[in-house]
């Protein structure tokens, strides 16, 4: 046997990493710019497993040089599959209707993927027994998968980017293609034809490479209305910042998090309506809140020794601790003495010991997915109970009360679920609208409230009028967000999708 038909066979274990590349780009892309991402990568693989099949009902209908067409294959992969992000990214910016373009591209490259191996199959019979030739084309084709999966957010996001990435595989699969090419030439009638194609899909490939980060902008450019002064993807999400006159805002998978205009609003009430009642209060957690504006706002309290920030991504710690106009912003919390960072899951990081903290911050991202509604559950509030002192408090960040009512007072009830006494409160963010949040503590709050000064927003006044829910935000019974249930996510998403 000679070594043509294992280099044929080889080229499987490309086709298959290539294949789930795509795929993964696909859903990734679609979780960053439209939100949601247990949906958009359920809907991407629905989408792509059924194109596949199509694909391989299809290659029946091969009838002619199986050769040629398994190549042109090769070649069509590499070029749809190797520009998909970039078309997505550009169509994002200027498309109304983003999904249908998304699951256009998404269903062509399935089908392409799905004709591949049933061709490769009918080109290797023959040359091996059929048992050893199902069995090593499944094998690495699996392999192939495990790779892509291990690959892609451990080395392609962080390192490469979306756009890179899906060029970079294109130009695999191009290779696989002038591979089989060079190999099987003596079976080719017009091999003249198939030389022009692959180097053309090549050389737009390599240009594509070349010029990643430049589409990546173009796209980003559109999308987002000020001109973007940084931009950064990381194995957890995009960060782009934007600026327009003094107003900086911040987009994590084109998501707004905050304008400078008026983002002392929101953290003055994050803060202040807690902590300012806890005069004995001197050790602070933070949980999320890697801009460092919560922790500004903690700075504020001369008896607090020491704070712990605990958030997941260290770029964005990194960016707010090291980027001037930012650490403007935030007062260079993130570099003060009293400061400590951690980098981890919060869930994860929770389950060792830690603390007694007396105030807990809790800012993270709404909860828009399996992923993120777990640090609303009922487990994840158990284990940071046993991190805090008796007389401790916590302040959750609990979306709107307005748009997304039935979310907020799900928080509400899984903290009074833990045992916890809760005081909801809202204000008005003029870049979100109506925010809410939920202050709870083992014991009831008698302190009053003994403000630091120069704060822009919160004073006494104010402080009174924050408990105050108008009709239209009103309680309403709601289920408990459990790690079993996640109902919580499941009104978030019907809410805001509204």
Known sequence: MTARPWLLLLSVFAIA??????????????SYLLGDSVTQ????????????????????????????????????????GGCSASILFLIFGWSISFRIPLYSIVFLIGTFVGLEIPLLLRILEGRFAFKDLVSNVFSFDYIGALLASLLFPLVLVPHLGLVRSAFL??????????????????????????????????????????????????????????????????????????????????????NLQFSTRDEYRYHEALVHPGLSRLPEAKN??????????????????????NITLCDLDPAMTELFSSNEMLTAHNAGALKNPRLHIENADA???????????????????????????????????????????????????????????????CVDATLRACGLQTEPYHALVPSFGEWGFILASKKALTQPADLPANLRFINADILTQLPR??????????????????????????????
């Open 347 to 409: 869930f994860a990081w929770l389950s060792q010991p830690r603390g007694p903290f007396d105030f807990v911050i809790i800012d993270f991202p709404d909860p828009s997915n399996f992923s993120l509604g777990k640090l609303y559950s009922t487990t994840f509030y158990q284990r940071l109970l046993k991190a805090m002192s008796a007389d401790a408090a916590l302040v959750v960040q609990s979306t709107s009360p307005y748009v997304a009512r039935q979310s907020f007072w």
């Open 17 to 30: 990493t290539c294949g789930l590349v795509y795929e993964l780009i696909a859903g990734t892309l679609a």
């Open 169 to 254: 595989f294109g130009l695999i699969n191009a290779a696989v293609g002038i591979l089989a090419l060079i190999m099987l030439k003596a079976e080719l009638k017009h091999a003249r034809g198939l030389w022009v194609q692959g180097l053309c899909v090549t050389i737009i490939l390599i240009i594509g490479f070349i010029m990643g980060d430049t589409i990546t902008r173009w796209g980003e450019v559109a999308a987002f209305p000020d001109p973007i002064i940084h931009s950064q993807s990381t194995p957890y999400q995009r960060i782009v910042l934007t600026r327009n006159k003094e107003d900086l805002r911040l987009y994590l998978n084109s």
């Open 41 to 80: 990568f359920s809907t991407i693989i629905g989408v792509y497993l059924f194109a596949m099949g199509v694909g391989s009902y299809l290659s029946r209908f091969v009838t002619g040089n199986l050769i040629s067409t398994f190549i042109r294959v090769e070649f069509l992969i590499a070029l749809l």
């Open 469 to 498: 829910f108008p009709p239209d935000m009103a309680r309403v019974e709601t289920g408990i967000n459990r790690l079993n249930n996640q109902a919580l996510v499941h009104y978030f998403e019907d809410e805001w999708s509204r």
């Open 284 to 305: 602070v957690l933070i949980l999320g809140g890697w801009d460092g504006l919560a922790a500004r706002e903690v700075l504020r309290y001369p008896r607090i020794e």
